[in-house]
């Protein structure tokens, strides 16, 4: 059974930061692209990251590149998405998920986390 498990949201001042990391299990994990996505009341869930399988390459929306940074251990099995910077709009449930293609569209994702409240205060 695969499992994503996010963790490390939470209640933030702007300008301020967070990281969060991405659990996964039941899955051969080095062989996704892995990626971050987030969903704010009202709004359709919108790409924000995601990793090649080795991590040497990292894919951002242009509404977070400079200020979040991905990254992977796949000795862990988890993937890490650092913010800096943080703005009131980056306020979102935040997803991880797994792809077997590079994708910034959520039908490409077949696994997803529960999601991890980030709220940034203004």
Do not use: H
């Not at 996505?37 to 990793?51: L, T």
């Not at 090649?52 to 998405?81: C, E, H, W």
Request: net charge positive; hydrophobic share 35%; proline share 3%.
């Amino acid at each position: 059974q695969v499992q994503l498990v996010e963790s490390g949201g939470g209640l933030v001042q702007a300008g301020g930061s967070l990281k969060l990391s991405c659990a996964a299990s039941g899955l051969s994990f080095g062989v996704y692209w892995m990626g971050w996505f987030r969903q704010a009341p009202g709004k359709e869930r919108e790409f924000v990251a995601a990793i090649i399988q080795s991590g040497g390459r990292p894919y951002y929306a242009d509404s977070v590149k400079g200020r979040f940074t991905v990254s992977r251990d796949n000795t862990k099995n988890t993937m890490y998405l650092q913010m800096n910077s943080l703005k009131p709009e980056d306020t979102a449930v935040y997803y991880c998920a797994s792809s077997l293609v590079l994708s910034t569209a959520p039908r490409a994702y077949g696994n997803w986390g529960q999601g991890t409240q980030v709220t940034v205060s203004s």
